[in-house]
């Protein structure tokens, strides 16, 4: 189910190739979101990624003895561009830069508006990834603490130990 959840998560967050216009535009001040919610309003408009030697390299900075934790906003405005891609919080503190988020091409950089967006409303993201110490990654729900989901996946490779165990 991790590999699931990683393997969606990797697919999801990745960044097309199309530049980005300069200027932004606003329909209406951007509402809060995590990121399950944006997919209400928004999906990807260009899924055909293939990550370069780059993105791998920093997206290994997260592969840690332990758990990490890496907390980044941005925002998808009302022509469907994402912008302000800014770095939150890294749990160990730290672990990356602001420019090795922007490396890990963790952001479609284009949106298509769903059927239900006919306003374009434009999103402020935040995404938390924990990435697990043999590179998997899983996502809170955007409403579960990131404390929650930590325990949960510990619990679920207890679960699995003592399966191996028995």
């Given amino acids: 189910m991790l590999r699931l959840i990683a393997c969606f998560a990797a697919t999801a967050l990745l960044i097309s190739c199309k530049s980005i216009p300069e200027d932004a535009y606003y329909a209406q001040e951007p509402i809060d979101v995590g990121y399950f919610g944006k997919f209400d309003y928004w999906q990807p408009a260009d899924n055909t990624f293939r990550l370069t030697n780059t993105a791998k390299k920093a997206r290994n900075k997260l592969v840690t003895d332990g758990l990490s934790v890496l907390i980044f906003d941005y925002e998808i405005d009302s022509n469907g561009y994402a912008r302000n891609l800014r770095l939150v919080e ?73 399966k191996d165990n028995a």
């Fill in 90 to 162: 890294t749990l160990p503190a730290n672990l990356i830069t602001q420019q090795d988020l922007l490396d890990m091409d963790y952001a479609y950089q284009s949106w298509q508006p769903t059927k239900a967006n006919s306003t374009l409303t434009p999103l402020t993201v935040r995404e938390r990834i924990i990435t697990l110490p043999n590179g998997d990654i899983t996502m809170p729900e955007d409403e579960q603490s990131i404390e929650a989901r930590v325990k949960a996946v510990i619990e679920h490779f207890k679960q699995r130990q003592d």
